[in-house]
C-alpha cells in the first residue's frame, strides 16, 4: 500500500462538545497498514516522519474491543431506552459504577455511539437531529454549571443576564427540537448529595430527565461511597437506575485467563510495528496481568505507549524490557508487585 492509500485516523476533540462527539461518532476504524520495507526505506524524511506520525497517531488510541462490560452496558442500555418510550415519567436509568481505568467511559461512550449509527439509520423525519447527547460533572458543580455544560455541548450562546432557569428552559427546548434520545452524564462522583449545591444539581438531573423524554446513564467512580444513594434524593436515584459495576479482569481461572489472552491478542492484532513478533504480548499476558492489575485501562496505555516508543527508538518491536521500561498510573504501579491470582 503507497502513502497515499493510507487512511489514518483523524485527531479527536473531546467528546464533550457537539463537534467532538460528531468526530467520535463519524470515525471509521483505521485502515492504516504498513508499508513495505523497500518502499518504507525509499520514503524521504518528510514522508517518513509523517508515515510515523501517522502511527503514532493509529497508536495512541488502539481499537475499542467488545469487553464484557461494554457489551453489558451497550444492552442494557438499548433496552432501557425501548422500555422508556412508553414512559411519560419516572424513566429507567443505568449507572455505570467502578474504579478508574475499568472501562466506564469507554462503555457509556460506545453506548452512545452505537445508539447514535441506528438513530439516524431509522431517522426518516427531516430537520435537526441529535440523538446523543454527552456531559461531564464538573467538581463541585452547581445546577446552573451542569444546565451550561449541557448548553456548551449544544453550542448555544449564553447571555450573562441566564440565570439556572433560562439556561434550563433553553437546555430543554433545544433538546425536545432535536429529538435527543440519550443523556449520557460521565464523572457524576463530582456530585456529593452532602453539600446544597451537590443536592441541587441531583435536582436539577432529576428534572432535566422529567423534561426530556431521554434515556439518562451515568457513570462515575464508587458512587455509593460518594453518596449518591444516600437521604430520600439518594433514594429516589436508587429505585430509578440500574447499576452495572465495572471491575479489573480476573485471572484465577482457566475462563478468566482465558478472556485475558483474548484482549491482550485482539490489541496487539492492530499494533503497526515492522519488526514486532505476533504473538509476543500473548506469550506476556500474565506478566501484562501482573503490571496492570487486570485493569484494561492501564494495559491499553502500557501496550499503546510501548508501541509509540518502539517507533521513536527505531526497534519497531514490543519486548519485554521495552514494557518493563514504561511507566503506567500509580495505582497500576502501587498494585505491580501485589495483585495475586484471583
Not at 425501548?82 to 429507567?92: E, F, T
Not at 499476558?285 to 501496550?303: F, P, V
Request: with cysteine; net charge positive.
Amino acid at each position: 500500500m503507497t502513502m497515499a492509500q493510507q487512511t489514518p485516523p483523524l485527531p479527536l476533540g473531546t467528546l464533550t462538545t457537539r463537534a467532538g462527539w460528531a468526530a467520535f461518532v463519524d470515525q471509521p476504524p483505521s485502515s492504516l497498514d504498513l508499508l513495505g520495507d523497500d518502499e518504507r526505506k525509499h520514503l524521504t524524511d518528510a514522508e517518513r516522519d509523517t508515515y510515523d506520525q501517522a502511527r503514532h497517531l493509529h497508536h495512541s488510541r488502539l481499537a475499542v474491543v467488545a469487553t464484557p462490560t461494554v457489551n453489558k452496558v451497550t444492552k442494557l442500555g438499548r433496552r432501557l431506552m425501548l422500555l422508556n418510550r412508553g414512559q411519560l415519567s419516572a424513566r429507567r436509568g443505568l449507572i455505570v459504577n467502578g474504579a478508574g481505568e475499568t472501562g466506564k467511559t469507554t462503555a457509556i461512550s460506545q453506548l452512545g455511539k452505537h445508539h447514535e449509527h441506528l438513530a439516524r439509520r431509522r431517522r426518516v423525519a427531516p430537520g435537526p437531529f441529535l440523538p446523543v447527547v454527552y456531559v461531564s460533572v464538573p467538581p463541585a458543580s452547581t445546577a446552573k454549571m451542569l444546565a451550561a455544560e449541557i448548553a456548551r455541548f449544544l453550542d448555544l450562546p449564553l447571555p450573562k443576564s441566564f440565570n439556572q432557569v433560562a439556561i434550563t428552559n433553553a437546555v430543554c427546548e433545544v433538546l425536545h427540537t432535536m429529538s435527543t434520545e440519550l443523556v449520557l452524564v460521565d464523572e457524576i462522583h463530582n456530585l456529593s448529595l452532602s453539600t446544597r449545591p451537590g443536592a441541587e444539581t441531583s435536582d436539577q438531573l432529576k428534572y432535566l430527565s422529567e423534561r426530556i423524554p431521554a434515556t439518562f446513564v451515568y457513570a462515575g467512580i464508587d458512587v455509593e461511597g460518594a453518596g449518591l444513594f444516600s437521604g430520600l434524593r439518594g433514594q429516589q436515584i436508587a429505585s430509578r437506575f440500574t447499576v452495572v459495576a465495572t471491575q479489573s479482569f480476573a485471572y484465577g481461572t482457566s475462563r478468566q485467563r482465558a478472556e485475558w489472552a483474548a484482549l491482550v491478542a485482539t490489541l496487539e492484532q492492530v499494533l503497526r510495528l515492522h519488526r514486532h513478533e505476533p504473538g509476543t504480548l500473548l506469550r506476556h499476558a500474565e506478566y501484562l496481568y501482573r503490571r496492570t492489575g487486570g485493569m484494561i485501562g492501564s494495559l491499553s496505555a502500557l501496550i499503546r505507549d510501548a508501541a509509540i516508543e518502539a517507533i521513536i527508538d527505531g526497534s519497531e518491536r514490543i519486548t519485554l524490557d521495552l514494557l518493563e521500561a514504561v511507566e503506567l498510573d500509580r495505582t497500576a504501579e502501587n498494585q505491580r508487585s501485589t495483585t495475586s491470582k484471583r
